[in-house]
C-alpha cells in the first residue's frame, strides 16, 4: 500500500478541521468564526427560544467585543461544553498560589451548572466563566476603551525625583508577541533580577519557563482558562492575548508619564508636609504581581498588566506607594516596640486600618460610595477582631479574621471612612498630624471627632468602650510632647550639621524628664533613617528601660544596620540579641555574619559553632565556616 503524500496528508487535515469547525457552528446553528457584534447575538431568534437575553446583556457590559468572540470560540472549538469540567487539567499547569485561588471559584461554579449543547448552553457556559472572572475586581477588565484625561492641578512640591523604568515592559512584551523561546525570555536581565531580588522567592525559573510554555499552547480550555482568570500564568496569558493593546497602551504611558508623576504628587501634597522629597525608582513590568509592589531596596515594581488602559487606576496604585513612602519619610516608627502579646496583635491590626485606609481615601481604590450597611460590616468584623484577640482566642481564628479584613478589604475601608471623618469634621489639619503621629494618635483622633457635641458619626461606626480604653492606655506609653519635636527635626533637616544642634536643644528642654528613654528612642530612629548609623547606636543603647519587647527591637535594628553594611553596629545589636532571645540559633547565626563582616573571624567561627552545635545540619553556619 503506497503512503500518502505530504501534500494530500496536509488536505485531508485541513478538510478535517473545517468539518469540526462547521460542525461546532452548526450545533449551535450561529456562526462564531466571523466577526458578530453582541447585537446579533440579542436579535437572534435562539435568543428569545432559550431566554438568555439578559445572560446576553451581562456579557456585553463584562466583556469588550474581542474578549466575547474570542471567548464564544474557543467554547465553540470544545468537543462539548462538558469539556469545562476538565479545566483542572490546564489549572494545575499554573502557579501554586493561582490554582489555590481559582479552585477556590472554579469548584463551586460549576458543580450543579447544566451544559447543554445549544445556542441557551453556550451562552450560559460564558455567563458561568464571566462570573468566574467577576471575582478579580477591577482586575477583570483591564481594557474598556478608556482615553486618558489629563487632570489641572497645582502641584506644589517641586523636589520630585522619580524614575519610571520601562526595560522590563518593552523586553517582556517584545518577547512575548514575537514568540521567542522561553530560555530567551528568562534570560531577560529584569527577569532575572526579579527572581533574584525578592526574600520570599515568588516565582522561579521553572516557572517562569512552565507559563511561557503555557500561554503558547493554542487549545481552547487554555484559552478559556486565561480568558476567566486574569492572573493566569503570571498574566502572561492575557498581555500575550491582547498584546496590541498593551502596547498602545504602554506608549500612553510613557507619552503621559509626567502628568500621571504630578497628579499623583499633587494628591499627596494635600496631607503631608510640602518640604518632603519625593525620591523613589518605578520599574514598569508584566508578569510581577505574585512578588508584590516592592524590590529589596524598596523601589517600587508596578505590574501593567493589572490596569491596561485604566490609566486612573494606576495613577492611584502609584499613590498609594508613594503614600508609604512619604509615610516613612516622615514617621518615627518605634511603637511597635513598646507593646508586647496581646497588645501587639492590636497594634498590628490599627495600623493595618490606618496606613491602608488613608492611603485609600487619598487615593480611592474602593467603591467611593459605598452603602452603609458594608461600612458597618467593616466595623463589625474590626469589633469581632478585637474581641477574639481580647479573649485569646486561638491563633488561627485571630490570623483568619485579619487575613479578611486585609485581603477583602474591609479594614481598608473602615480606615478610608474613618479619615474621611476626621477630614470632614475636626479639620485637615487634624488628618496631617494623624500622618506624622501614627495609627494610635489616628485612633485617638477618630474617638475624639466622634465625641464631638455636632458629631454626625452613627453608634455603629464608632469603637466600643473597652476599644476606646485600649487605645487611651496604650497612647499613655507615647509622649508625644517629644514625639512632635523630633518628628519636627526630621521633617525640616537632612543632614547631622542641622540635625544636630536641633537635638541637643531637645534633650536640654526634657532633660529632666523620667521618660528620657523614650526620647532616646525616638532621636536613635531618627539618626537611622536618616543613615547615620553610628550616631544611633548610642541612643538606642541608652532607651532599652522602655522597651518591651527587647529581641525584636534589637533583631530588627541589627538586621537595619546589617543590611546597610553598618557592620560593627549591628555586632552591638545581635549581641543583645543573643541576651534577649536567650541564645537562640537564629540570634547566634546572625551575631556571626555580623563578626565575619566586621572581619572578626575567629569571633564569628566560634558564634557558627555553637549554631553547628544547636542545629549540625545548619547549612549557613557550614557555609561561613568553609569561608
Request: hydrophobic share 40%; glycine share 4%; with cysteine.
Given at each position: 500500500?503506497?503512503?500518502?503524500?505530504?501534500?494530500?496528508?496536509?488536505?485531508?487535515?485541513?478538510?478535517?478541521?473545517?468539518?469540526?469547525?462547521?460542525?461546532?457552528?452548526?450545533?449551535?446553528?450561529?456562526?462564531?468564526?466571523?466577526?458578530?457584534?453582541?447585537?446579533?447575538?440579542?436579535?437572534?431568534?435562539?435568543?428569545?427560544?432559550?431566554?438568555?437575553?439578559?445572560?446576553?446583556?451581562?456579557?456585553?457590559?463584562?466583556?469588550?467585543?474581542?474578549?466575547?468572540?474570542?471567548?464564544?470560540?474557543?467554547?465553540?472549538?470544545?468537543?462539548?461544553?462538558?469539556?469545562?469540567?476538565?479545566?483542572?487539567?490546564?489549572?494545575?499547569?499554573?502557579?501554586?498560589?493561582?490554582?489555590?485561588?481559582?479552585?477556590?471559584?472554579?469548584?463551586?461554579?460549576?458543580?450543579?451548572?447544566?451544559?447543554?449543547?445549544?445556542?441557551?448552553?453556550?451562552?450560559?457556559?460564558?455567563?458561568?466563566?464571566?462570573?468566574?472572572?467577576?471575582?478579580?475586581?477591577?482586575?477583570?477588565?483591564?481594557?474598556?476603551?478608556?482615553?486618558?484625561?489629563?487632570?489641572?492641578?497645582?502641584?506644589?512640591?517641586?523636589?520630585?525625583?522619580?524614575?519610571?523604568?520601562?526595560?522590563?515592559?518593552?523586553?517582556?512584551?517584545?518577547?512575548?508577541?514575537?514568540?521567542?523561546?522561553?530560555?530567551?525570555?528568562?534570560?531577560?536581565?529584569?527577569?532575572?533580577?526579579?527572581?533574584?531580588?525578592?526574600?520570599?522567592?515568588?516565582?522561579?525559573?521553572?516557572?517562569?519557563?512552565?507559563?511561557?510554555?503555557?500561554?503558547?499552547?493554542?487549545?481552547?480550555?487554555?484559552?478559556?482558562?486565561?480568558?476567566?482568570?486574569?492572573?493566569?500564568?503570571?498574566?502572561?496569558?492575557?498581555?500575550?492575548?491582547?498584546?496590541?493593546?498593551?502596547?498602545?497602551?504602554?506608549?500612553?504611558?510613557?507619552?503621559?508619564?509626567?502628568?500621571?508623576?504630578?497628579?499623583?504628587?499633587?494628591?499627596?501634597?494635600?496631607?503631608?508636609?510640602?518640604?518632603?522629597?519625593?525620591?523613589?525608582?518605578?520599574?514598569?513590568?508584566?508578569?510581577?504581581?505574585?512578588?508584590?509592589?516592592?524590590?529589596?531596596?524598596?523601589?517600587?515594581?508596578?505590574?501593567?498588566?493589572?490596569?491596561?488602559?485604566?490609566?486612573?487606576?494606576?495613577?492611584?496604585?502609584?499613590?498609594?506607594?508613594?503614600?508609604?513612602?512619604?509615610?516613612?519619610?516622615?514617621?518615627?516608627?518605634?511603637?511597635?516596640?513598646?507593646?508586647?502579646?496581646?497588645?501587639?496583635?492590636?497594634?498590628?491590626?490599627?495600623?493595618?486600618?490606618?496606613?491602608?485606609?488613608?492611603?485609600?481615601?487619598?487615593?480611592?481604590?474602593?467603591?467611593?460610595?459605598?452603602?452603609?450597611?458594608?461600612?458597618?460590616?467593616?466595623?463589625?468584623?474590626?469589633?469581632?477582631?478585637?474581641?477574639?484577640?481580647?479573649?485569646?482566642?486561638?491563633?488561627?481564628?485571630?490570623?483568619?479574621?485579619?487575613?479578611?479584613?486585609?485581603?477583602?478589604?474591609?479594614?481598608?475601608?473602615?480606615?478610608?471612612?474613618?479619615?474621611?471623618?476626621?477630614?470632614?469634621?475636626?479639620?485637615?489639619?487634624?488628618?496631617?498630624?494623624?500622618?506624622?503621629?501614627?495609627?494610635?494618635?489616628?485612633?485617638?483622633?477618630y474617638i475624639d471627632t466622634y465625641m464631638l457635641d455636632d458629631s454626625p458619626i452613627r453608634r455603629v461606626f464608632r469603637l466600643p468602650s473597652n476599644v476606646e480604653a485600649k487605645i487611651l492606655n496604650m497612647n499613655r506609653s507615647i509622649s508625644y510632647d517629644m514625639l512632635v519635636d523630633i518628628v519636627n527635626i526630621k521633617v525640616n533637616n537632612s543632614d547631622t550639621t542641622n540635625i544636630n544642634p536641633e537635638v541637643r536643644k531637645v534633650f536640654s528642654k526634657y532633660k529632666s524628664r523620667r521618660d528620657n528613654w523614650?526620647?532616646?528612642?525616638?532621636?536613635?530612629?531618627?539618626?537611622?533613617?536618616?543613615?547615620?548609623?553610628?550616631?544611633?547606636?548610642?541612643?538606642?543603647?541608652?532607651?532599652?528601660?522602655?522597651?518591651?519587647?527587647?529581641?525584636?527591637?534589637?533583631?530588627?535594628?541589627?538586621?537595619?544596620?546589617?543590611?546597610?553594611?553598618?557592620?560593627?553596629?549591628?555586632?552591638?545589636?545581635?549581641?543583645?540579641?543573643?541576651?534577649?532571645?536567650?541564645?537562640?540559633?537564629?540570634?547566634?547565626?546572625?551575631?556571626?555574619?555580623?563578626?565575619?563582616?566586621?572581619?572578626?573571624?575567629?569571633?564569628?567561627?566560634?558564634?557558627?559553632?555553637?549554631?553547628?552545635?544547636?542545629?549540625?545540619?545548619?547549612?549557613?553556619?557550614?557555609?561561613?565556616?568553609?569561608?
Amino acid at each position: 500500500m503506497h503512503s500518502l503524500k505530504p501534500a494530500v496528508l496536509l488536505t485531508v487535515s485541513l478538510l478535517f478541521l473545517f468539518i469540526a469547525d462547521t460542525f461546532a457552528q452548526n450545533r449551535y446553528n450561529f456562526d462564531f468564526e466571523k466577526d458578530w457584534d453582541w447585537v446579533d447575538l440579542l436579535i437572534d431568534d435562539q435568543s428569545r427560544l432559550f431566554q438568555v437575553q439578559e445572560q446576553i446583556k451581562y456579557l456585553r457590559d463584562e466583556f469588550r467585543i474581542e474578549e466575547g468572540r474570542i471567548l464564544f470560540r474557543e467554547l465553540a472549538k470544545l468537543d462539548s461544553l462538558n469539556q469545562l469540567r476538565d479545566l483542572p487539567e490546564v489549572i494545575n499547569e499554573d502557579i501554586a498560589k493561582n490554582r489555590r485561588k481559582f479552585f477556590e471559584i472554579y469548584i463551586p461554579a460549576v458543580k450543579d451548572a447544566d451544559f447543554s449543547e445549544t445556542f441557551g448552553g453556550i451562552v450560559r457556559a460564558a455567563v458561568l466563566l464571566a462570573n468566574i472572572r467577576d471575582n478579580f475586581g477591577e482586575e477583570k477588565k483591564p481594557f474598556g476603551d478608556r482615553k486618558f484625561i489629563v487632570k489641572s492641578t497645582e502641584l506644589k512640591k517641586t523636589n520630585v525625583q522619580i524614575i519610571f523604568n520601562y526595560n522590563a515592559a518593552d523586553a517582556i512584551l517584545d518577547a512575548l508577541t514575537r514568540g521567542a523561546d522561553e530560555n530567551e525570555l528568562v534570560s531577560i536581565p529584569e527577569m532575572k533580577f526579579l527572581m533574584e531580588n525578592f526574600d520570599n522567592k515568588c516565582v522561579t525559573r521553572d516557572d517562569l519557563i512552565n507559563c511561557f510554555r503555557q500561554v503558547r499552547r493554542n487549545d481552547p480550555l487554555t484559552k478559556l482558562y486565561i480568558l476567566s482568570n486574569p492572573l493566569a500564568f503570571m498574566c502572561f496569558g492575557y498581555v500575550e492575548q491582547f498584546s496590541d493593546e498593551y502596547r498602545k497602551s504602554l506608549a500612553l504611558v510613557k507619552r503621559e508619564e509626567q502628568n500621571i508623576l504630578e497628579n499623583s504628587a499633587y494628591l499627596l501634597s494635600l496631607f503631608f508636609p510640602e518640604n518632603i522629597d519625593f525620591k523613589n525608582s518605578v520599574y514598569m513590568f508584566y508578569g510581577s504581581r505574585n512578588c508584590g509592589w516592592r524590590y529589596r531596596d524598596n523601589s517600587i515594581l508596578m505590574d501593567l498588566s493589572r490596569f491596561g488602559d485604566d490609566y486612573e487606576l494606576l495613577t492611584k496604585y502609584l499613590t498609594r506607594e508613594l503614600f508609604f513612602d512619604e509615610r516613612d519619610d516622615i514617621q518615627i516608627n518605634v511603637m511597635k516596640y513598646l507593646y508586647t502579646g496581646a497588645d501587639t496583635l492590636i497594634y498590628n491590626l490599627l495600623d493595618e486600618v490606618y496606613s491602608n485606609g488613608v492611603s485609600n481615601y487619598i487615593a480611592p481604590i474602593l467603591l467611593s460610595n459605598r452603602p452603609s450597611a458594608l461600612l458597618e460590616k467593616d466595623f463589625i468584623l474590626f469589633r469581632k477582631t478585637i474581641k477574639a484577640i481580647d479573649e485569646k482566642a486561638m491563633q488561627e481564628a485571630i490570623d483568619s479574621m485579619f487575613a479578611i479584613g486585609v485581603n477583602e478589604m474591609y479594614f481598608h475601608s473602615m480606615g478610608a471612612q474613618m479619615a474621611y471623618c476626621i477630614d470632614v469634621y475636626s479639620g485637615r489639619d487634624a488628618l496631617k498630624h494623624s500622618l506624622l503621629f501614627g495609627p494610635l494618635y489616628f485612633f485617638q483622633k477618630y474617638i475624639d471627632t466622634y465625641m464631638l457635641d455636632d458629631s454626625p458619626i452613627r453608634r455603629v461606626f464608632r469603637l466600643p468602650s473597652n476599644v476606646e480604653a485600649k487605645i487611651l492606655n496604650m497612647n499613655r506609653s507615647i509622649s508625644y510632647d517629644m514625639l512632635v519635636d523630633i518628628v519636627n527635626i526630621k521633617v525640616n533637616n537632612s543632614d547631622t550639621t542641622n540635625i544636630n544642634p536641633e537635638v541637643r536643644k531637645v534633650f536640654s528642654k526634657y532633660k529632666s524628664r523620667r521618660d528620657n528613654w523614650f526620647l532616646n528612642l525616638i532621636t536613635g530612629k531618627l539618626y537611622l533613617d536618616r543613615g547615620f548609623y553610628s550616631e544611633s547606636l548610642e541612643y538606642f543603647l541608652y532607651s532599652m528601660q522602655g522597651i518591651i519587647d527587647r529581641a525584636k527591637f534589637v533583631r530588627d535594628i541589627g538586621d537595619t544596620y546589617f543590611d546597610n553594611k553598618a557592620y560593627k553596629e549591628s555586632v552591638k545589636m545581635y549581641e543583645k540579641y543573643v541576651t534577649y532571645s536567650g541564645g537562640t540559633v537564629e540570634s547566634h547565626s546572625k551575631l556571626g555574619a555580623a563578626y565575619f563582616e566586621s572581619g572578626e573571624i575567629d569571633k564569628a567561627k566560634t558564634e557558627f559553632e555553637t549554631v553547628i552545635k544547636m542545629d549540625p545540619e545548619n547549612s549557613k553556619a557550614k557555609e561561613y565556616l568553609l569561608k
